[in-house]
C-alpha cells in the first residue's frame, strides 16, 4: 500500500505539523502547494525523526508543487509540466507503474467560473497527452483544484468527466456529440456534507452574498477507471488533527492561525 | 464563368503567429541538437478564434513542459500570449504596457524573444538538458 498526503500549507511554515501527519499515517508520498518553505527545510525536520528517510522529488518548470518520498526519486520522473501541473510517472520496482498528476489551479479570486472550468480542459488534455505518452491510464490526478466536486470544470465532459459513483465511471468513458471523453472516479463527493466522516470539506469560506457553500471540497483526488481497484476508500481522508493538535479552530472550521485554510487530504493505492 | 477574386488572392507579406512559432520550434531543436525541441499544438476554441500552445519538449526524457500559449481571429493580429506565470511576472519587470498582447508581427517577435530569454526559461531549458546527458 502506498500512502500520499496532499496539503495546501497556505505558504506556513508547518514542518512540524507535517512532520506528525506523515509520521502517523506513514505517509509514503507527501505533495505541498502554496509551500514557502525550501525543500531542505522540510527534509531537515522531516528525517530528523522518520525512517525511511524522504527525498525531495525535484520536477523540472513546475514551482507551484513541491514532492517529497520516501523511495528514490528516480521512481518518480516528471513526464509532463506547467507552471501550475506536474504529472509524474511513479514507477516503483514490482509495483503498478502510475500517472500522478498534482496541480494547484488559479483561485476563485483571480479567475471567474468560465475561467476555471476553462482551465479544467487544458488540464483534462495535458494528462491525455500523457496518457497517451506512456500508453496507459492508470492516472490519479491530487490536488487543490480551487473548484468543488459538482462544479462545470469537474463534471464536464470535456471536463476533468469526474464522477461520483464507481459504477458510472467503469464504462470508462462516455460520448458526447460524438466525440469519447474518459471518466474519472471522484470519491470526495462521497466526503460531503456533515454525514460523511470527517470535516465536511477541505476548505471554509463564508460570506453575505446570497450562494454560500460554507463548507467547500477543493482539495481533492480523482482516479481513473483503471486505477479504480487499487483505490482504498477506507484510505481516502481529510485530516482534521495532527494527532497531537487540531488543525480546527473553536468554531470547528480550518484554523489558519495555527495550521493551514486547507485541510490535508490523506489516500492510499494499493500498488 | 467570370472570376470574381482578386489578383492578389494569398499573397501577404504578414507571418501567421503559428508559422512563427513552427520555425522558433524547430530553430530550438537546432541550436540544443535536437536534446530540446519546440512543439506547436493546436488548441481548440471557438469559431473564428484561433489558439496554438508551444511546449519544450524532451524526448530522451519523455517529458514536456508547457511554456505559453497564443490565441488570435482570423485576422492574425493582435495576439494574446499566456505565458507561464513565473514568466509572465519577470517580463512585467520589463513591459508596462499590455504584455499580454502583441498588435503587430514586430510586437509579437518581441514578446517571444522576453519569453525565450527569461531566467525560469533558461533554468527549464538547463534543468532538461543536464537531465538528459
Redesign the interface.
Known amino acids: 500500500m502506498v500512502t500520499f498526503l496532499f496539503w495546501n500549507i497556505g505558504n506556513r511554515r508547518l514542518n512540524e505539523i507535517i512532520c506528525r501527519l506523515v509520521a502517523r499515517h506513514d505517509v509514503d508520498m507527501l505533495m505541498l502547494t502554496e509551500c514557502a518553505m525550501e525543500p531542505y527545510e522540510v527534509l531537515e525536520t522531516l528525517n530528523e525523526s522518520i525512517e525511511p528517510a524522504f527525498h525531495f522529488a525535484p520536477g523540472?518548470?513546475c514551482?507551484q508543487v513541491k514532492i517529497f518520498c520516501r523511495f528514490d526519486p528516480q521512481f518518480l520522473?516528471?513526464?509532463?509540466?506547467?507552471?501550475?501541473l506536474t504529472i509524474r510517472r511513479l514507477n516503483l520496482p514490482g509495483l503498478i507503474d502510475i500517472l500522478i498528476a498534482v496541480t494547484h489551479l488559479p483561485s476563485k479570486l483571480y479567475w471567474s467560473d468560465a475561467s476555471q472550468a476553462f482551465g479544467c480542459v487544458?488540464l483534462a488534455r495535458?494528462i491525455q497527452?500523457a496518457e497517451q505518452?506512456?500508453e496507459h491510464s492508470r492516472t490519479v490526478l491530487v490536488g487543490d483544484l480551487n473548484m468543488n466536486p459538482f462544479e462545470d470544470g469537474i463534471v464536464s465532459a470535456n471536463g476533468l468527466h469526474g464522477v461520483m459513483t464507481r459504477i458510472i465511471a467503469r464504462r470508462n468513458s462516455r460520448t458526447v456529440q460524438g466525440r469519447e471523453y474518459p471518466f474519472f472516479y471522484n470519491p470526495m463527493w462521497s466526503l460531503l456534507g456533515d454525514a460523511s466522516t470527517g470535516p465536511p470539506g477541505t476548505y471554509y469560506y463564508g460570506s453575505s452574498e446570497q450562494r454560500v457553500f460554507f463548507w467547500n471540497m477543493f482539495d481533492q483526488v480523482l482516479v481513473r477507471p483503471s486505477l479504480m481497484e487499487c483505490f482504498d476508500p477506507d484510505g481516502l481522508a481529510i485530516l482534521d488533527t495532527d494527532g497531537q493538535a487540531t488543525l480546527l479552530g473553536g468554531d470547528g472550521v480550518p484554523d489558519a492561525r495555527v495550521a493551514s485554510d486547507h485541510l490535508p487530504l490523506l489516500f492510499r493505492l494499493s500498488l | 464563368m467570370t472570376d470574381l477574386w482578386p489578383e492578389d488572392i494569398g499573397v501577404t507579406d504578414v507571418k501567421a503567429p503559428v508559422a512563427i512559432l513552427k520555425e522558433q520550434a524547430a530553430a530550438l531543436g537546432r541550436r540544443t541538437k535536437n536534446v530540446v525541441v519546440g512543439i506547436v499544438v493546436t488548441?481548440t476554441i471557438s469559431t473564428g478564434q484561433f489558439g496554438y500552445s508551444f511546449y519544450l519538449d524532451a524526448p530522451l526524457?519523455?517529458?514536456?513542459?508547457?511554456l505559453f500559449k497564443i490565441r488570435h481571429g482570423v485576422e492574425l493580429y493582435p495576439v494574446r500570449i499566456n505565458p507561464?506565470?513565473?514568466i509572465r511576472k519577470e517580463i512585467a519587470a520589463e513591459r508596462k504596457l499590455d504584455l499580454l498582447l502583441a498588435k503587430t508581427e514586430s510586437d509579437f517577435l518581441n514578446l517571444l524573444s522576453l519569453i525565450f530569454r527569461s531566467e525560469?526559461t533558461r533554468?527549464?531549458l538547463q534543468?532538461?538538458i543536464s537531465?538528459s546527458r
Open positions: 523540472i518548470g514551482q520522473r516528471p513526464i509532463y509540466e506547467s507552471d501550475r487544458e495535458s497527452v505518452k506512456v | 488548441e526524457l519523455q517529458f514536456s513542459y508547457k507561464d506565470e513565473d525560469k533554468k527549464v534543468a532538461i537531465q
